[in-house]
């Protein structure tokens, strides 16, 4: 399990998708995933009560949808990986939100779990419930299927880019080692 | 301004950083004290093992389990009753023997909340950086360390290589000048959550806080605990004070201290402190003075007020921000809340004193002066967990635990408990709670629970009032304490 808990985001390409919106800030991982959970070890079953603290059909409107659309400092509090693996475990592909606690952000990309995807207000307010859009990393863009709009996502710095990229920070990290070695052999 | 002026926490990071990739970062940060507990790092542990690797220092790690251990006298042995919690535990006492962790395990005097028994163990040092996969790491920066919360992938990459990759954050300045009004009634607890409610929950965010003013140097050890304790409640990355003399003596003695310790307290002194030519990224400054006991109304901790006003109006909370306003709306309906009702006519059915923000000996003793010869409301059912055993220990030492038993509270064994409702300490749907821990989110204590944040004082009055009161006009007694 530990190793592959989810790496279902390592690649840049654009991902097209339902919406699930909740139009509010400080979106926490207690109802993200309520404390109660921590204890499941089988990621299918601990997905089955993501967001169950906000909504409780959110599992059934998952199958539908790729992406969470939400507001400012999205994912505070507890420093819970459970949260993104969660969410990812019920078909989440990236959060679009207007920005994002810390240690959500990093918990998503360490383990490659979705994309934390940096919007702005126009792009919070154009997005509704059930809208279709398309985040398109490599192009700095989210797109609204459902409307026609299109809308500038904030890009990931290089390195995060990266450990997306490489599937997680372990993975990263192993592809820079195996790099330099290489280099090495090349130099000697 | 000085070439080489610089804040504490960048002399913490500077002297930690093994690399820095390119010239904006992240840097892998060398990690002095790994704490480990049972709930985010399973998977971090069988990462190890599916890799084939070893825990790079296991000297440097310690474990605990707290978050999910019964504390119900009686009921702390094995098999435990929820079977995937005594799976959690297994797991990490199978998981410390195999790679050679030191555990304190459920049934040894050390247990307790891992950021209680950190500092009171002596394995929390001034300016060592610190990680555990627990977001209230940033307790242990009162003895001014760098100490911070990481996922469960982090965890596995500390156990692996003892670094972490990160972003350098910004310095941020909290300045609480001049003193507190009522020095027993309004409370670091009080501080704090003032200092939440006026910056915002992602006031600090992509900085760490150094606490600095007269008010941060007047306060305990312990008091300065509970003020970076919930840093992370103001979105930042870390908070931390200056260590000074009471931050040496406090460390003095304790089991694990190291035996150099006096030579590096001399290495300390000289340099563990923000230069008077540094410059902050950002600034807040507090009075003291104007804060009164502070109780929280909604569903985040910014989400407060004081204990003299009323539930307030969500257009007026909201002041012409929109999203504020909303989130007022639907934190009150949550909480079930009328706007306007005064804080101290809401009748509370629990007190909770209890969680790494507020279990420590200091607060027991504050909390029992509201509660001695006194007896809890009808209708309120009131509990202590100590945040350790050593703490429990030492409060009973004192007859704290008698005062308690006597005013009709539970006394109970030390963990987090109904801080975030993992074990069987939980509310009911609807039940509403005092209580002294850090998160007031919806569901924290169990779902449809309602809780309130306050300090263990007034947490302790409410309990024997059955609604909150304004300590400062209460009539305390310090009897034997």
């Not at chain 2, 300045?175 to 600090?204: C, E, F, N, Q």
Request: with cysteine; glycine share 10%.
């Amino acid at each position: 399990m530990g190793g592959e808990r989810n790496r279902n985001v390592s690649d840049n390409n654009a991902v097209t998708g339902g919406v699930i919106k909740y139009a509010r800030d400080n979106i926490d991982t207690d109802v993200i995933i309520p404390g109660q959970y921590l204890k499941i070890h089988d990621y299918a079953e601990l997905a089955t009560h993501a967001m169950e603290g906000l909504d409780g059909d959110f599992h059934s409107k998952a199958k539908n949808a790729s992406f969470i659309v939400a507001g400012r400092n999205f994912g505070c509090g507890s420093s819970r990986e459970h949260a993104p693996i969660a969410l990812a475990h019920s078909g989440i592909k990236a959060v679009a939100a207007l920005s994002f606690a810390r240690i959500f952000y990093r918990n998503a990309v360490d383990g490659a779990f979705l994309l934390p995807i940096e919007i702005g207000e126009d792009a919070y307010e154009g997005t509704g419930e059930g809208d279709v859009v398309t985040i398109d990393v490599k192009a700095g863009q989210m797109r609204n299927e459902t409307t026609g709009r299109r809308y500038e996502i904030k890009p990931f710095s290089e390195i995060i880019g990266k450990i997306i990229e490489a599937g997680g920070l372990f993975r990263y990290g192993m592809q820079q080692k195996q790099q330099k070695q290489q280099q090495q052999q090349q130099g000697s | 301004m000085a070439q080489n002026a610089s804040t504490l926490f960048e002399k913490i990071w500077d002297s930690h950083e093994v690399l820095r990739n390119g010239a904006d970062g992240p840097s892998l940060l060398y990690v002095d004290r790994h704490m480990v507990h049972e709930v985010t790092s399973p998977q971090a542990f069988e990462g190890l093992r599916a890799n084939s690797r070893k825990v790079r220092r296991p000297g440097l790690t310690v474990a605990t389990m707290d978050h999910n251990v019964p504390t119900t006298p009686g009921e702390r042995r094995l098999p435990m009753a929820d079977q995937t919690s005594d799976l959690q535990v297994r797991t990490l006492e199978e998981n410390c023997r195999e790679f050679g962790i030191r555990l304190f395990g459920m049934g040894s005097p050390d247990q307790g909340i891992v950021h209680v028994i950190g500092p009171q163990l002596g394995i929390t040092l001034p300016g060592a950086t610190i990680v555990c996969g627990d977001s209230h790491t940033s307790t242990h920066g009162a003895f001014g360390a760098l100490a911070f919360g990481i996922g469960t992938s982090d965890v596995e990459h500390v156990l692996a290589s003892q670094t972490v990759w990160m972003q350098k954050p910004k310095s941020l300045e909290i300045m609480i000048r001049g003193r507190m009004s009522g020095p027993r009634a309004v409370t670091a607890k009080d501080v704090i959550l003032y200092v939440i409610r006026k910056i915002g929950t992602d006031g600090g965010a992509g900085h760490v806080a150094e606490y600095r003013g007269e008010a941060v140097s007047d306060m305990s050890m312990e008091q300065r605990m509970t003020i970076c304790n919930m840093s992370i409640e103001a979105g930042a990355r870390a908070g931390l004070v200056a260590p000074d003399e009471k931050t040496f003596e406090y460390l003095r003695g304790r089991t694990y201290t190291p035996e150099n310790y006096e030579e590096m307290v001399n290495v300390w002194e000289k340099t563990l402190r923000t230069d008077s030519k540094a410059s902050f990224a950002k600034r807040y400054e507090i009075d003291a003075g104007r804060i009164a006991p502070q109780v929280s109304w909604g569903t985040n901790p910014g989400m407060t007020c004081d204990v003299t006003e009323a539930v307030p109006d969500p257009a007026e909370y909201g002041d012409g921000d929109k999203s504020r306003e909303d989130s007022a709306r639907k934190a009150l309906q949550y909480m079930g809340l009328e706007p306007g009702t005064p804080m101290t006519e809401i009748p509370l059915d629990r007190v909770f004193i209890g969680s790494c923000t507020n279990a420590r000996l200091e607060d027991l003793i504050e909390a029992s002066r509201a509660v001695r010869g006194r007896k809890i409301a009808r209708g309120v059912s009131a509990m202590v967990v100590p945040g350790s055993q050593a703490v429990k220990r030492s409060a009973e030492e004192m007859g704290l635990d008698v005062i308690f038993k006597d005013a009709g509270f539970e006394w109970r064994e030390s963990g987090c408990s109904m801080c975030l409702g993992m074990n069987p300490d939980i509310l009911m749907p609807g039940e509403r709670c005092a209580s002294t821990s850090n998160r007031n989110f919806e569901g924290r204590q169990g779902a449809g629970g309602r809780t309130h944040l306050a300090s263990p004082v007034m947490a302790a009055a409410a309990a024997v009032n059955g609604h909150f009161v304004d300590v400062r006009e209460m009539d305390m007694q310090d009897g034997a304490v």
